[in-house]
Nanobody, 122 residues
Framework: QVQLVESGGGLVQAGGSLRLSCAAAGRTFSRYSMGWFRQAPGKERECQTAISGSDDKTNYAGSVKGRFTISRDNHKNTVYLQMNMLKPEDTAVYYC???????????????WGQGTLVTVST
């Protein structure tokens, strides 16, 4: 069974930065692709970025490309989301997702984490 635990959310001013972490347990982390979804109030949950398992390919949604960076540390079984130049519209609950496929496609990922709230103030 997959266990993913997100952390690092909080309140930040527009233009600021945050780093989210997602710790994985119960599996061979390095073989799995990982990703981050977010759900803003009243909106659908959408994938923002993904990183593949075997070759660290990445994919970003247009709204975060150039501002967000996904990375992974296979020794720590953790995936990170570095968020820079945050905007109020980035306010959302951020969820960690995973896939046993070597993929960066959002449709291949499944959200398992409980989410961490990011609030960006003006």
């Amino acid at each position: 069974q997959v266990q993913l635990v997100e952390s690092g959310g909080g309140l930040v001013q527009a233009g600021g930065s945050l780093r989210l972490s997602c710790a994985a347990a119960g599996r061979t982390f390095s073989r799995y692709s990982m990703g981050w979804f977010r759900q803003a109030p009243g909106k659908e949950r959408e994938c923002q970025t993904a990183i593949s398992g075997s070759d660290d390919k990445t994919n970003y949604a247009g709204s975060v490309k150039g501002r967000f960076t996904i990375s992974r540390d296979n020794h720590k079984n953790t995936v990170y989301l570095q968020m820079n130049m945050l905007k109020p519209e980035d306010t959302a609950v951020y969820y960690c997702a995973t896939s046993p496929k070597n993929t960066v496609y959002p449709t291949d990922l499944e959200v398992w984490g409980q989410g961490t709230l990011v609030t960006v103030s003006t």
